[in-house]
Each structure stands twice: as C-alpha cells, then as structure tokens.
T-cell receptor
Framework: KAGVTQTPRYLIKTRGQQVTLSCSPI?????VSWYQQTPGQGLQFLFE???????NKGNFPGRFSGRQFSNSRSEMNVSTLELGDSALYLC?????????????FGSGTQLSVL | AQTVTQSQPEMSVQEAETVTLSCTYD???????LFWYKQPPSRQMILVIR??????QNATENRFSVNFQKAAKSFSLKISDSQLGDAAMYFC??????????????FGTGTRLKVLA
C-alpha cells in the first residue's frame, strides 16, 4: 500500500508569489490534515479536510487555503508569500476524523521563500 | 486553549541505555488523547505510542512506554535499550476527545534525541 505522497519535495519561491502544494493520502483514507513545521515552533495545525469539507482550521491568515477533491487528494495554497512562510509543510491522512485515529504523514514539502 | 510543552530541545543517550523524554500539557478538558510521534531524518513522522486519558494504565509498545500522570498533566516517553535507529526528533501531541472539541492536533516543539554508539 502506497504511503502519503507529497509533491514537490522542495520548492523555492520569492516574496509575493503564490504556491500550491499537493498531498495524496493513503488509499481509503478520507481525512487529510496539513501542518507547518518550523524550527523552535514545532508543528502548527493549518486545516483538516474530510470528504471534501474543511472540518477544522488553525490560526493562520487567509493567505493559507486548501481544498480536498472527491478522490481525497488535497491541495494547499499560499498566496502572497512572505519570508516567514519558509517552512516544512507536512500532510497527514487518516481513515476518519475519529479523535484517537493514527495519523500517517508524508515526507513534506520544504518551502523556501527568498 | 490547550498547550503542549516539551522543555528539552535536545537529549543524548548511550546505545542500550534508557532515556526519558518529558512532555507537559495544559487543558481544561477531561477527555483527550495523547501521542508521541517520531520524525527521523527522512522527515516522515511515525506514531510511536498513544494514550487515552480515561485509561489509568500506561501504554506500552515494545521498548517504548509512557508515564502518564493525569493530575500533573505530564506525559513522558521512556525508551529502553536505545538503538541507533531511535535517533530522531520526538513530538508530543494532544487531541481533544470531547464532542465540543475542535479535534485538531496540538504538537509540542519537539525533542531531538541523539543516540551515541
């Protein structure tokens, strides 16, 4: 069974640009969540999707948005990039949104904003 | 709001020895779940162990065990017989289990574990 796939692995952008990151969950998983990881800050929750609906959202500005498609694949978009958006963006999938459900993570997309 | 604190940015342990990673959390909820995730250099996080708050018995997974102190809001991870492959960043995480909770995961800032040969 293929794991969670995130593309691209690395991305370099300049301030003001926008970026779209992709996440393909494990087959059969309907819940996808996104996290921003920075040194010293740990993982910050961005949002969670289940069956194409956003179920939870973290405390990030509106420049951060996401969506989920009918095949459970998810995309995350960041518009008007800022230097502080440089981070590792992790995607995780699970079968459902049950609270003790184990998360399966991808290897992340390392975004550098210059 | 719930918070998770990992006060040890970095720890070292000799191979085959035992090490304990600390985690404290703050919440007003009575029902929740706690997790330890491991992030090796490959960056892919892996679940190490999880604990339901309503269970008094500490969770155990092979060489990994937790010391869950609900009243003290403490959730430490003990790794016995440390192996070189245990070297990684370890994250403690909290998730609400109440129907009014937001269900989002709250992670600590991580502890980098080095295993010395």
């Amino acid at each position: 069974k293929a794991g969670v796939t995130q593309t691209p692995r690395y991305l370099i952008k300049t301030r003001g640009q926008q970026v779209t990151l992709s996440c393909s969950p494990i087959s059969g998983h309907r819940s996808v969540s996104w996290y921003q990881q920075t040194p010293g800050q740990g993982l910050q929750f961005l949002f969670e999707y289940f069956s194409e609906t956003q179920r939870n959202k973290g405390n990030f500005p509106g420049r951060f948005s996401g969506r989920q498609f009918s095949n459970s694949r998810s995309e995350m978009n960041v518009s008007t990039l800022e230097l502080g958006d440089s981070a590792l963006y992790l995607c995780a999938s699970s079968r459902s949104t049950t609270t003790n459900e184990k998360l399966f993570f991808g290897s992340g997309t390392q975004l550098s904003v210059l | 709001a719930q918070t998770v604190t990992q006060s040890q940015p970095e720890m070292s342990v000799q191979e085959a020895e035992t090490v304990t990673l600390s985690c404290t959390y703050d919440t007003s909820e009575s029902d929740y779940y706690l997790f330890w995730y491991k992030q090796p250099p490959s960056r892919q996080m892996i679940l190490v162990i999880r604990q339901e708050a309503y269970k008094q018995q500490n969770a155990t997974e092979n060489r990994f065990s937790v010391n869950f102190q609900k009243a003290a809001k403490s959730f430490s991870l003990k790794i016995s017989d440390s192996q070189l492959g245990d070297a990684a960043m370890y994250f403690c995480a909290y998730r609400s289990a109440t129907t009014s909770g937001t269900y989002k995961y709250i992670f600590g800032t991580g502890t980098r574990l080095k295993v010395l040969a």
